[in-house]
């Protein structure tokens, strides 16, 4: 590795870290309550850009294959040398990182009022990237028992010895039916199926957003981690570190999680 500095972070919440920002409605039918628990923010600029991006033929229509949404954010006294880009995991877009599933504002408001200049995509191929099966291939979709076990309820699934200790989703269990999950649960999105052609899609992505915007921290959660590592390895001129929060990638590939009574 290239890169001058390389942070993994290994915080159990999962996909529970996601947020289901701009979303009010609730299995209910009712609304989450926001909650600020930092100060007011005032922003000099608010905005968004596409990266990257061809065209092709496909289905008989010309149309753009690879271009990747930025929003951008820049708060009003900027403080920090380099910007955050923040790359959001597996199912997840780029309000994972603009607020909580109940209603707290995300990690993308706390770096700005600190003084950084933040960067949030969606990820090519989804949301507002804009998700296409004939140009990437096929799709998958986490059912509500997936995200349960792997994410927000492990001590109801006991897939690994210290699953009974979870106790970090707020309300309750983060289960279907509590409205923090429900919202959560919400802002989940189909994925392409492929991670291999889902890397070959974001590398030229990323280092299109990083030769636009010059050197950036870049923070990537979960499925994104193996992003991070490739670019920092790439383009250490580029990228200033990297902030690998539960990353996938090195030094394992394809975990299979096993109950707790089989683990040893």
Request: with cysteine; hydrophobic share 40%; net charge negative.
């Amino acid at each position: 590795m290239k890169t001058r500095c390389v942070i993994a972070l290994s915080v159990f919440a999962g996909a529970a870290f996601s947020a289901a920002a701009g979303l009010s409605i609730t299995s209910a039918d009712t609304q989450t309550t926001p909650r600020t628990t930092i100060p007011p923010l005032t922003l000099a600029e608010h905005g968004y850009f596409f990266v990257g991006g061809q065209y092709v033929e496909s289905g008989g229509k010309r149309l753009m294959s690879g271009q990747m949404y930025v929003e951008y954010l820049t708060p009003q006294n900027v403080t920090r040398p380099y910007p955050i880009i923040m790359i959001h995991g597996t199912a997840q877009t780029g309000t994972n990182f603009m607020g909580t599933p109940d209603g707290r504002p995300g990690w993308a408001h706390n770096f700005l009022t600190r003084g950084y200049r933040v960067y949030v995509v969606d990820q090519v191929g989804r949301a507002r990237s804009g998700a296409d099966p004939q140009i990437y291939g096929p799709y998958m979709r986490f059912a509500v028992e997936q995200e349960e076990s792997l994410f927000t309820a492990p001590e109801k699934y006991k897939l690994w010895p210290q699953a009974t200790l979870h106790t970090q989703w707020p309300g309750g269990p983060g289960v279907a039916g509590n409205p923090a999950f429900d919202q959560f649960f919400a802002s989940q999105l189909e994925s392409i199926a492929s991670t291999v052609k889902t890397e070959e899609l974001m590398f030229p992505a990323d280092v299109a957003l990083l030769e636009k915007i010059g050197p950036a921290i870049v923070l990537t959660h979960s499925q994104s981690g193996v992003f991070g590592f490739k670019l920092a390895d790439a383009r250490p001129d580029l990228v200033k570190a990297h902030v690998a929060v539960e990353p996938n990638g090195p030094p394992f590939y394809d975990i299979d999680f096993r109950g707790g009574d089989d683990w040893y």
